[in-house]
Protein backbone atom coordinates (compact mmCIF):
# COMPACT_ATOMS: atom_id res chain seq x y z
CA UNK A 1 0.00 0.00 0.00
CA UNK A 2 1.29 2.93 -0.85
CA UNK A 3 1.43 6.56 0.92
CA UNK A 4 1.78 10.41 0.06
CA UNK A 5 1.16 11.78 3.20
CA UNK A 6 4.33 13.90 4.12
CA UNK A 7 5.14 15.70 7.44
CA UNK A 8 6.87 18.64 6.95
CA UNK A 9 7.88 21.00 9.78
CA UNK A 10 5.07 19.20 12.12
CA UNK A 11 2.41 19.79 9.46
CA UNK A 12 0.47 16.96 8.21
CA UNK A 13 -0.23 17.07 4.28
CA UNK A 14 -2.03 14.39 2.52
CA UNK A 15 -0.01 14.37 -0.44
CA UNK A 16 3.24 16.29 -1.38
CA UNK A 17 1.95 18.68 -4.50
CA UNK A 18 1.27 21.76 -2.91
CA UNK A 19 0.24 25.00 -4.91
CA UNK A 20 2.60 27.94 -5.27
CA UNK A 21 2.18 31.61 -4.58
CA UNK A 22 1.13 32.99 -7.77
CA UNK A 23 -2.55 33.43 -9.83
CA UNK A 24 -3.54 29.90 -9.08
CA UNK A 25 -3.85 30.94 -5.50
CA UNK A 26 -4.98 34.35 -5.48
CA UNK A 27 -7.63 34.37 -3.23
CA UNK A 28 -9.69 31.57 -1.23
CA UNK A 29 -12.22 30.33 -4.02
CA UNK A 30 -8.91 29.88 -6.19
CA UNK A 31 -7.36 28.11 -3.03
CA UNK A 32 -10.42 25.67 -2.39
CA UNK A 33 -10.82 25.16 -6.16
CA UNK A 34 -7.11 23.49 -5.63
CA UNK A 35 -8.19 21.52 -2.63
CA UNK A 36 -11.31 19.74 -4.72
CA UNK A 37 -8.59 18.85 -7.70
CA UNK A 38 -6.29 17.28 -5.02
CA UNK A 39 -3.53 19.70 -3.76
CA UNK A 40 -1.94 18.12 -0.24
CA UNK A 41 -1.51 21.84 1.17
CA UNK A 42 -1.36 25.37 0.05
CA UNK A 43 0.67 28.22 -0.26
CA UNK A 44 -1.27 31.56 -1.25
CA UNK A 45 -0.55 34.06 -3.22
CA UNK A 46 2.51 36.84 -1.83
CA UNK A 47 1.15 39.84 0.02
CA UNK A 48 3.14 42.67 1.05
CA UNK A 49 2.94 45.98 2.74
CA UNK A 50 1.16 47.76 -0.26
CA UNK A 51 -0.94 46.28 -2.77
CA UNK A 52 0.49 46.34 -6.47
CA UNK A 53 -1.29 46.76 -9.52
CA UNK A 54 0.60 44.59 -12.37
CA UNK A 55 1.49 45.88 -16.09
CA UNK A 56 -0.32 44.66 -18.46
CA UNK A 57 -0.42 42.38 -19.86
CA UNK A 58 1.74 40.20 -17.94
CA UNK A 59 0.87 36.01 -18.96
CA UNK A 60 1.93 34.51 -21.63
CA UNK A 61 2.13 30.93 -22.58
CA UNK A 62 5.57 30.26 -24.62
CA UNK A 63 5.58 26.80 -25.22
CA UNK A 64 4.73 24.36 -22.16
CA UNK A 65 5.84 27.32 -19.78
CA UNK A 66 4.68 30.68 -18.17
CA UNK A 67 6.22 33.71 -18.87
CA UNK A 68 4.92 36.54 -16.44
CA UNK A 69 5.04 40.14 -15.07
CA UNK A 70 2.54 39.30 -12.14
CA UNK A 71 3.84 41.05 -8.94
CA UNK A 72 2.04 40.27 -5.17
CA UNK A 73 -1.26 40.44 -4.74
CA UNK A 74 -3.30 43.08 -6.20
CA UNK A 75 -5.48 42.85 -2.93
CA UNK A 76 -5.26 44.50 -0.03
CA UNK A 77 -3.67 42.60 3.17
CA UNK A 78 -7.11 43.44 4.80
CA UNK A 79 -8.65 41.24 2.61
CA UNK A 80 -6.28 38.32 2.77
CA UNK A 81 -6.81 38.59 6.62
CA UNK A 82 -10.39 39.39 6.74
CA UNK A 83 -11.89 37.47 4.51
CA UNK A 84 -9.99 34.56 2.47
CA UNK A 85 -7.31 32.84 5.09
CA UNK A 86 -10.31 32.79 7.20
CA UNK A 87 -12.35 31.48 4.79
CA UNK A 88 -9.79 28.48 3.52
CA UNK A 89 -9.02 27.85 6.96
CA UNK A 90 -13.04 27.15 7.62
CA UNK A 91 -13.09 25.29 4.00
CA UNK A 92 -10.52 22.67 4.65
CA UNK A 93 -7.81 21.17 6.97
CA UNK A 94 -5.28 21.06 4.51
CA UNK A 95 -2.32 22.97 5.89
CA UNK A 96 -2.15 27.07 4.47
CA UNK A 97 0.47 28.67 3.98
CA UNK A 98 0.66 32.50 3.52
CA UNK A 99 3.67 34.09 1.06
CA UNK A 100 4.61 37.37 2.55
CA UNK A 101 7.13 39.76 1.13
CA UNK A 102 9.70 41.71 0.42
CA UNK A 103 11.46 43.09 3.62
CA UNK A 104 12.38 41.98 6.66
CA UNK A 105 10.95 45.30 8.15
CA UNK A 106 7.72 44.62 5.92
CA UNK A 107 7.32 40.75 7.10
CA UNK A 108 8.02 41.24 10.22
CA UNK A 109 4.75 43.67 10.51
CA UNK A 110 2.59 41.29 8.33
CA UNK A 111 3.65 38.21 9.32
CA UNK A 112 2.03 37.94 12.98
CA UNK A 113 -1.21 39.49 11.48
CA UNK A 114 -1.81 36.55 8.45
CA UNK A 115 -0.93 33.75 11.62
CA UNK A 116 -3.86 35.71 13.54
CA UNK A 117 -5.61 34.98 10.31
CA UNK A 118 -5.41 31.37 10.97
CA UNK A 119 -2.42 30.73 8.88
CA UNK A 120 -0.58 27.48 9.53
CA UNK A 121 3.20 28.50 8.33
CA UNK A 122 5.24 31.48 6.49
CA UNK A 123 6.80 31.59 3.36
CA UNK A 124 8.68 34.44 3.18
CA UNK A 125 9.89 36.06 -0.44
CA UNK A 126 12.95 38.55 0.50
CA UNK A 127 14.24 40.90 -2.17
CA UNK A 128 17.95 40.16 -1.68
CA UNK A 129 21.48 40.73 -4.04
CA UNK A 130 22.21 37.63 -5.84
CA UNK A 131 25.41 37.48 -4.05
CA UNK A 132 24.36 38.54 -0.31
CA UNK A 133 21.68 36.48 1.58
CA UNK A 134 22.06 39.49 4.57
CA UNK A 135 18.28 40.71 4.45
CA UNK A 136 17.00 37.09 3.41
CA UNK A 137 18.84 36.62 7.67
CA UNK A 138 17.74 39.85 8.74
CA UNK A 139 14.30 38.42 7.84
CA UNK A 140 14.44 35.34 8.83
CA UNK A 141 15.42 36.49 12.75
CA UNK A 142 12.93 39.16 12.77
CA UNK A 143 9.87 37.00 11.34
CA UNK A 144 10.84 34.55 14.13
CA UNK A 145 10.36 36.23 16.92
CA UNK A 146 6.89 37.85 15.77
CA UNK A 147 5.17 34.00 15.42
CA UNK A 148 5.21 30.84 16.30
CA UNK A 149 4.72 28.64 13.40
CA UNK A 150 7.17 27.16 10.38
CA UNK A 151 8.95 29.83 9.14
CA UNK A 152 9.73 28.93 5.44
CA UNK A 153 12.40 30.54 3.47
CA UNK A 154 11.37 30.77 -0.65
CA UNK A 155 15.05 31.46 -2.67
CA UNK A 156 15.63 32.50 -6.53
CA UNK A 157 17.60 30.55 -9.16
CA UNK A 158 20.47 32.13 -7.37
CA UNK A 159 23.95 31.10 -8.44
CA UNK A 160 25.10 30.58 -4.76
CA UNK A 161 21.71 29.10 -3.50
CA UNK A 162 23.68 26.71 -1.33
CA UNK A 163 24.99 29.53 0.91
CA UNK A 164 21.38 31.68 0.73
CA UNK A 165 20.12 28.21 1.78
CA UNK A 166 22.45 28.02 4.98
CA UNK A 167 22.48 31.24 5.87
CA UNK A 168 18.40 31.06 6.11
CA UNK A 169 18.46 27.95 8.06
CA UNK A 170 21.49 29.62 10.45
CA UNK A 171 18.96 32.25 11.01
CA UNK A 172 16.28 29.84 12.31
CA UNK A 173 14.32 29.11 9.03
CA UNK A 174 12.44 25.48 9.69
CA UNK A 175 12.39 24.61 5.95
CA UNK A 176 13.46 26.00 2.10
CA UNK A 177 11.89 26.47 -1.11
CA UNK A 178 13.55 26.64 -3.75
CA UNK A 179 13.08 27.72 -6.90
CA UNK A 180 11.47 31.03 -8.03
CA UNK A 181 11.05 31.92 -11.66
CA UNK A 182 13.87 32.92 -13.81
CA UNK A 183 14.78 36.26 -15.27
CA UNK A 184 14.23 38.91 -16.28
CA UNK A 185 13.28 37.32 -19.55
CA UNK A 186 12.50 38.96 -22.98
CA UNK A 187 9.88 37.51 -25.71
CA UNK A 188 8.39 39.48 -28.47
CA UNK A 189 5.84 38.99 -30.90
CA UNK A 190 6.88 38.96 -34.46
CA UNK A 191 3.93 39.80 -35.78
CA UNK A 192 3.85 42.78 -33.84
CA UNK A 193 7.53 43.50 -33.04
CA UNK A 194 5.42 44.12 -29.33
CA UNK A 195 7.00 42.78 -26.07
CA UNK A 196 4.96 39.73 -24.90
CA UNK A 197 4.55 41.51 -21.49
CA UNK A 198 3.70 44.81 -20.42
CA UNK A 199 6.49 45.72 -17.62
CA UNK A 200 9.65 48.14 -17.50
CA UNK A 201 11.55 46.97 -20.96
CA UNK A 202 8.92 44.39 -21.91
CA UNK A 203 10.61 42.03 -18.94
CA UNK A 204 8.85 38.78 -17.64
CA UNK A 205 10.06 36.06 -15.67
CA UNK A 206 9.91 32.48 -17.20
CA UNK A 207 8.69 29.56 -15.20
CA UNK A 208 7.43 26.02 -16.40
CA UNK A 209 9.16 23.15 -17.36
CA UNK A 210 12.43 25.15 -19.06
CA UNK A 211 13.57 25.92 -15.21
CA UNK A 212 13.23 22.55 -13.91
CA UNK A 213 16.88 21.39 -14.28
CA UNK A 214 18.14 24.52 -12.74
CA UNK A 215 15.12 24.47 -10.10
CA UNK A 216 16.21 20.17 -9.52
CA UNK A 217 20.00 21.55 -9.16
CA UNK A 218 19.14 24.21 -6.91
CA UNK A 219 17.28 21.75 -4.42
CA UNK A 220 19.98 18.96 -4.32
CA UNK A 221 22.63 21.97 -3.78
CA UNK A 222 20.26 22.81 -0.81
CA UNK A 223 19.51 19.24 0.45
CA UNK A 224 22.71 18.30 0.67
CA UNK A 225 24.15 21.31 2.81
CA UNK A 226 21.30 22.23 5.39
CA UNK A 227 19.20 19.63 7.60
CA UNK A 228 15.89 21.77 7.43
CA UNK A 229 13.30 20.41 4.85
CA UNK A 230 13.25 21.95 1.36
CA UNK A 231 10.34 22.21 -0.84
CA UNK A 232 10.82 22.51 -4.40
CA UNK A 233 9.20 24.02 -7.23
CA UNK A 234 10.02 24.91 -11.14
CA UNK A 235 8.20 22.89 -13.93
CA UNK A 236 6.28 20.11 -12.63
CA UNK A 237 3.44 18.94 -14.24
CA UNK A 238 3.79 15.01 -13.96
CA UNK A 239 4.32 12.64 -11.50
CA UNK A 240 7.35 11.73 -12.75
CA UNK A 241 8.73 16.18 -12.17
CA UNK A 242 7.63 15.73 -8.76
CA UNK A 243 9.54 12.37 -7.88
CA UNK A 244 12.59 13.68 -9.58
CA UNK A 245 12.43 16.54 -7.05
CA UNK A 246 11.89 14.20 -3.90
CA UNK A 247 14.94 12.16 -5.35
CA UNK A 248 17.01 15.13 -5.20
CA UNK A 249 15.96 15.74 -1.90
CA UNK A 250 12.70 17.38 -1.53
CA UNK A 251 9.65 16.56 0.64
CA UNK A 252 7.36 18.53 -1.39
CA UNK A 253 7.20 20.06 -4.72
CA UNK A 254 5.12 23.54 -5.44
CA UNK A 255 3.18 23.73 -8.68
CA UNK A 256 2.43 27.02 -10.47
CA UNK A 257 2.78 26.61 -14.38
CA UNK A 258 0.90 23.38 -14.96
CA UNK A 259 -2.37 24.70 -12.72
CA UNK A 260 -2.35 27.80 -14.84
CA UNK A 261 -2.26 25.85 -17.98
CA UNK A 262 -4.20 22.51 -16.78
CA UNK A 263 -6.40 24.34 -14.41
CA UNK A 264 -6.80 23.15 -10.45
CA UNK A 265 -7.06 19.08 -11.46
CA UNK A 266 -3.26 19.31 -12.42
CA UNK A 267 -2.66 18.39 -8.59
CA UNK A 268 -4.71 15.49 -8.23
CA UNK A 269 -3.16 13.96 -11.33
CA UNK A 270 0.29 14.97 -10.46
CA UNK A 271 -0.47 13.03 -6.85
CA UNK A 272 -2.03 9.87 -8.79
CA UNK A 273 0.75 9.70 -11.17
CA UNK A 274 3.31 9.60 -8.55
CA UNK A 275 1.33 6.96 -6.22
CA UNK A 276 1.45 4.71 -9.42
CA UNK A 277 4.92 4.94 -10.05
CA UNK A 278 5.57 4.33 -6.61
CA UNK A 279 3.34 1.29 -7.07
CA UNK A 280 5.42 -0.14 -9.81
CA UNK A 281 9.07 0.45 -8.25
CA UNK A 282 7.81 -0.67 -4.86
CA UNK A 283 8.70 2.99 -3.05
CA UNK A 284 5.90 2.65 0.26
CA UNK A 285 6.73 6.38 1.53
CA UNK A 286 7.55 9.65 -0.46
CA UNK A 287 10.19 9.31 2.27
CA UNK A 288 11.56 5.98 0.91
CA UNK A 289 12.57 7.99 -2.42
CA UNK A 290 13.91 11.29 -0.57
CA UNK A 291 17.13 12.46 -1.52
CA UNK A 292 18.15 8.88 -2.98
CA UNK A 293 20.01 10.44 -6.25
CA UNK A 294 22.48 12.36 -4.15
CA UNK A 295 24.41 9.69 -3.06
CA UNK A 296 24.75 9.38 -7.07
CA UNK A 297 25.85 12.65 -8.12
CA UNK A 298 29.65 12.62 -8.84
CA UNK A 299 32.07 15.47 -7.24
CA UNK A 300 34.12 15.42 -9.88
CA UNK A 301 33.83 15.04 -13.09
CA UNK A 302 32.97 11.24 -14.59
CA UNK A 303 35.75 10.65 -17.71
CA UNK A 304 35.03 7.04 -18.04
CA UNK A 305 36.29 5.13 -21.89
CA UNK A 306 33.55 6.02 -24.12
CA UNK A 307 30.85 3.85 -24.09
CA UNK A 308 28.12 2.85 -26.33
CA UNK A 309 24.55 2.10 -24.92
CA UNK A 310 23.12 -1.18 -25.10
CA UNK A 311 20.17 -1.46 -27.59
CA UNK A 312 17.38 -3.31 -25.98
CA UNK A 313 15.64 -4.97 -28.66
CA UNK A 314 11.91 -5.98 -27.47
CA UNK A 315 11.22 -2.41 -26.70
CA UNK A 316 12.50 -1.16 -29.95
CA UNK A 317 9.83 0.34 -31.92
CA UNK A 318 11.85 1.29 -35.08
CA UNK A 319 10.33 5.14 -34.38
CA UNK A 320 13.66 6.35 -35.59
CA UNK A 321 14.10 9.29 -33.18
CA UNK A 322 17.55 8.33 -32.10
CA UNK A 323 18.68 8.06 -35.62
CA UNK A 324 17.42 11.41 -36.60
CA UNK A 325 19.16 13.10 -33.77
CA UNK A 326 22.67 11.01 -33.18
CA UNK A 327 24.96 13.99 -34.57
CA UNK A 328 27.93 11.56 -34.95
CA UNK A 329 25.50 9.11 -37.33
CA UNK A 330 26.37 6.36 -34.64
CA UNK A 331 22.41 5.10 -34.52
CA UNK A 332 20.59 3.65 -37.34
CA UNK A 333 17.23 1.73 -37.84
CA UNK A 334 18.51 -1.72 -39.45
CA UNK A 335 15.51 -4.51 -39.42
CA UNK A 336 13.59 -2.45 -37.71
CA UNK A 337 15.65 -2.05 -34.62
CA UNK A 338 18.55 0.20 -34.01
CA UNK A 339 21.63 -0.82 -34.32
CA UNK A 340 24.59 1.75 -32.69
CA UNK A 341 28.05 1.73 -34.46
CA UNK A 342 30.37 1.48 -32.33
CA UNK A 343 32.92 3.21 -34.32
CA UNK A 344 31.01 6.04 -34.75
CA UNK A 345 29.56 6.23 -31.16
CA UNK A 346 30.75 9.03 -28.41
CA UNK A 347 28.86 7.57 -25.58
CA UNK A 348 27.50 11.12 -25.64
CA UNK A 349 24.45 9.42 -24.52
CA UNK A 350 21.47 11.71 -26.09
CA UNK A 351 20.04 9.09 -27.82
CA UNK A 352 19.38 7.28 -24.41
CA UNK A 353 17.47 10.24 -23.32
CA UNK A 354 15.58 10.51 -26.64
CA UNK A 355 14.27 7.19 -26.85
CA UNK A 356 10.59 7.14 -25.97
CA UNK A 357 9.86 3.46 -24.89
CA UNK A 358 14.05 2.99 -22.87
CA UNK A 359 15.26 0.57 -25.50
CA UNK A 360 18.35 2.09 -25.26
CA UNK A 361 20.23 2.35 -22.57
CA UNK A 362 23.40 2.43 -20.45
C1 LIG B 1 2.18 34.16 -13.02
C2 LIG B 1 3.07 33.84 -11.87
C3 LIG B 1 2.95 34.54 -10.67
C4 LIG B 1 3.77 34.25 -9.59
N1 LIG B 1 3.63 34.94 -8.42
C5 LIG B 1 4.43 34.65 -7.38
C6 LIG B 1 4.27 35.31 -6.14
O1 LIG B 1 3.37 36.13 -5.94
N2 LIG B 1 5.14 34.99 -5.14
C7 LIG B 1 6.12 34.06 -5.29
O2 LIG B 1 6.87 33.81 -4.34
N3 LIG B 1 6.27 33.38 -6.44
C8 LIG B 1 5.44 33.65 -7.48
N4 LIG B 1 5.58 32.95 -8.64
C9 LIG B 1 6.58 31.86 -8.74
C10 LIG B 1 5.92 30.50 -8.47
O3 LIG B 1 5.41 30.44 -7.16
C11 LIG B 1 6.91 29.34 -8.69
O4 LIG B 1 7.96 29.44 -7.74
C12 LIG B 1 7.51 29.33 -10.07
O5 LIG B 1 6.56 29.70 -11.03
C13 LIG B 1 8.10 27.97 -10.44
O6 LIG B 1 7.12 26.98 -10.44
P1 LIG B 1 6.36 26.48 -11.79
O7 LIG B 1 7.41 26.15 -12.79
O8 LIG B 1 5.53 25.33 -11.34
O9 LIG B 1 5.53 27.63 -12.25
C14 LIG B 1 4.76 33.24 -9.71
C15 LIG B 1 4.85 32.53 -10.92
C16 LIG B 1 4.03 32.80 -11.98
C17 LIG B 1 4.15 32.01 -13.25
Sequence with gaps: MVSLAVEICGLKFRNPILTAAGPTTRDANSLLAAVEGGAGGLVAKTVSG??????????????????????????PLSKWTGEWYPKVKKGTDIPLVASIGFTAEE????????????????????????DNPA?????????????????????????????FAEAAEGAGADGIVATG??????????????PLMGAAGGHGWLSGPAVKPLAVRCVA??????????????????????????????????VCSAAIIHGAGIYGRIADEMSHFMQIKNYRTVEDMRGI?????????????????????????GCRLCEKSCIFGAVKIIGG?????????????LCVSVCPTRALRF
Design 293 to 317: ALKHLPEAPMHPKARAPEVIRSRCT
Design 221 to 254: DIALAVNVPVIGAGGVSTGRDAVEFIMAGASAVQ
Design 181 to 194: SLGPCLSIDVETAM
Design 50 to 75: ASEKNPRPNLAKIKDNILSADLWSED
Design 135 to 163: PIVEAVKTVKEEVDVPVLVKLGPVPKVKR
Design 107 to 130: VGELAPKVVAAGVDAVELTIHSPA
Design 337 to 349: VARVDLTRCTGCG
